[in-house]
C-alpha cells in the first residue's frame, strides 16, 4: 500500500536565507552553483537509493521555490517526469525549522497533495523525514512499514556517513538522528513532527529508537553542507566498496 510518504525541501525561503549566511555567492552563483550540485547528489543519491526499493509502493514529497530559476525548475520537473514516486510541491514559504504556522501550512499542503496522488483508501499514513543529501537502503520502505505497527515515531539508529568528496565513510549509530517516522491518520494528521526535533523526538513522545545491526541509511557529507561534516559526526571510520553500494543502497558510480 502506498501510505508511506518520504517528505523533503529543496530551496524555500527560509533555507535560502539560511544559505545565504553561510555561501559567499548564494544558491544560483558559481560554477557548479550550489543548487545545480545538490540536484545532482538527489539524483546520484538520494533518488537512486529510492528507485532501487524492493517495495515500491511509496512517494517522495518534495517542496520547492516557486521561485525557482531556470534551468534548476526545468531540472526539477524532467525529475518528476523520470521518477514515478516524485510528487513536487511548489510551495517556498514552508521553511525546514520546528514550530510556528509554517508547519500546520507544511502539514496541509503535504495531506493535500497525498490524497491527489495516493492508489489507496486506507486513514492510516507514514511520513518519513528525508534530505535531498541522503540515502536509504533498498529495503527502508518494507522495512518502516513494518516497524510503525508497534512505533508510531520511530528513530532508525543505525547508519553511515560517507564524505563523497574524499570517499571516506563512519559507521554510525546514532538514536536521536534524523531518519524519524511516524505514524498517524488521515483523520489526526501529525505528519512528520517536523514542530519537534529530532534530537528531542523520542523524548517528547516517548517514541523508539530502533537499534537495527545493519546500516539502513547513509547521510552523505561534502563540502557544500554547512551542517554535516565527517569530523563532526559520531562514529567509527570503515571501508565500505563500491558492490555493497550498489546491492543495497542503489548507487551507481
Not at 520511530?154 to 556517513?161: C, H, N, Q, R, V
Not at 537495527?212 to 569530523?231: A, F, H, R
Request: charged content about 25%; some cysteine; overall charge neutral.
Amino acid at each position: 500500500m502506498d501510505n508511506h510518504l518520504f517528505i523533503s525541501h529543496c530551496n524555500l525561503d527560509g533555507f535560502v536565507g539560511f544559505r545565504k549566511k553561510h555561501l559567499k555567492s548564494g544558491l544560483y552563483i558559481g560554477n557548479p552553483s550550489w543548487m545545480e550540485y545538490r540536484l545532482g547528489v538527489l539524483e546520484k543519491y538520494t533518488l537512486a537509493s529510492l528507485q532501487n526499493q524492493t517495495d515500491q509502493n511509496f512517494h517522495l514529497l518534495l517542496f520547492c521555490n516557486t521561485q525557482t530559476p531556470e534551468p534548476y525548475k526545468e531540472k526539477l520537473l524532467t525529475l518528476e517526469k523520470e521518477y514515478k514516486f516524485l510528487t513536487l510541491i511548489w510551495d517556498q514559504t514552508h521553511f525546514q525549522g520546528h514550530g510556528g504556522n509554517t508547519v500546520s501550512s507544511m502539514y496541509s499542503s503535504i495531506k493535500k497533495t497525498y490524497l491527489k496522488v495516493r492508489r489507496n483508501t486506507s486513514d492510516e499514513i507514514i511520513c518519513t523525514r528525508i534530505g535531498t543529501d541522503d540515502m536509504v537502503e533498498v529495503r527502508y520502505n518494507e522495512i518502516i512499514k513494518g516497524l510503525v505497527i508497534e512505533n508510531p515515531v520511530l528513530s532508525i539508529a543505525k547508519g553511515i556517513y560517507w564524505d563523497i568528496e574524499t570517499d571516506k565513510f563512519l559507521d554510525s549509530t546514532f538514536p536521536n538522528g534524523p531518519f524519524i517516522s511516524v505514524k498517524s491518520t488521515l483523520t489526526d494528521f501529525k505528519g512528520d513532527l517536523r514542530e519537534i526535533s529530532h534530537s528531542q523526538i523520542l523524548e517528547k513522545t516517548k517514541g523508539t529508537a530502533i537499534m537495527n545491526d545493519i546500516p539502513l541509511w547513509i547521510q552523505t557529507c561534502s563540502g557544500t553542507n554547512v551542517w554535516n561534516s565527517l569530523e563532526k559526526m559520531p562514529g567509527r571510520p570503515v571501508e565500505i566498496d563500491r558492490e555493497y553500494l550498489k546491492q543495497y543502497f542503489g548507487y551507481e558510480k
